[in-house]
């Protein structure tokens, strides 16, 4: 190894840009930490804070997001899924972790499925929560951080909320999962069926872009004011759902009732 750990370019090579830790580097050259950071010491290369190396240890190995994968989380980021940033000591963002939360464990397992599928790994063990007032249960899921999924929660937040890009495209896979989180299929006056989508916590001129892209694609709706949420035609009820298409199997003995026309 020539004592690789004695040379200044070498570890700071390691320690520095490639971020590895004291123990990471040891093993590369066969000796205990502690010599590591002997000669780090030695060569003036800074110690890491506890805060910062706890930080570095969430970090996870890159990862590729395909395009169905991309537009599986912004439908499910839309509805209710969430992206929730990490930032380190200085303040920095420097990672994100998806969020799931559902009444209905079989939803949360398979969101967390669909991420495992495309190799995005599941943080600890799917949170059970009893509200202590209602006494009403929810799971809560979470994945691991990655740099990656910080994009996306820049995309679609603003100043910690979320947002409606207006460069969205309104894909079938998108829309999909928005309307498994917050969409319904209703009955009118005249026992016509209409789909709704929960839109009340974006901002009424996202509503009114969105509502206004559904309509350029032919799915007529409007923005109700008293609500902040989007209606659709009741004579476009079938039409929106031949554009998402089916309920995904996995959940449809919960969901099944929402494409029931």
């Known amino acids: 190894m020539n004592k690789l750990w ?13 971020k590895l830790n004291q123990t990471e580097m040891a093993k590369l050259v066969g000796v205990a930490s502690s010599t590591i950071r002997k000669h780090l010491i030695k060569n003036d290369i800074p110690i890491r804070s506890l805060s910062e190396t706890l ?9 590729t997001i395909s395009d169905e994968m991309m537009e599986f989380i912004q439908g499910n980021v839309l509805g209710d899924g969430g992206i929730f940033s990490v930032s380190d000591k200085k ?31 599941t943080m600890g063990k799917i949170n059970r929560f009893v509200h202590k007032k209602s006494g009403a249960v929810y799971y809560q899921y979470w994945t691991k951080h990655y740099v990656e999924l910080l994009d996306i929660r820049k995309y679609m937040y603003k100043n910690g909320k979320k947002i409606i890009p207006r460069d969205l495209e309104l894909t079938p896979t998108i829309v999909l ?34 509502v206004e892209k559904f309509c350029k694609m032919g799915l007529t709706c409007t923005r109700q004011p008293s609500c902040n949420t ?26 099944g009732y929402k494409f029931d026309y």
């Open 6 to 18: 004695k040379d200044k370019d070498w570890l700071y090579q390691k320690y520095v840009v490639e």
């Open 55 to 63: 930080f570095l240890c969430r970090k996870n190995p890159p990862i």
């Open 91 to 121: 303040n920095i963002q420097r990672t994100a972790s998806y969020s799931h939360s559902s009444k209905y464990l079989d939803i949360v397992l398979y969101i967390k499925s669909v991420f495992e599928k495309n190799n995005i790994e």
């Open 177 to 210: 999962h928005w309307y498994i989180g917050d969409g319904s299929l209703s009955k009118c006056s005249h026992n016509k069926k209409y789909v709704r989508i929960c839109s009340e916590g974006f901002p009424i001129e996202d509503v009114e872009f969105v």
């Open 230 to 255: 989007i209606r659709f035609a009741t004579n476009k009820t079938g039409d929106f759902l031949d554009f998402v298409g089916p309920c995904p199997s996995e959940i449809e003995h919960i969901y």
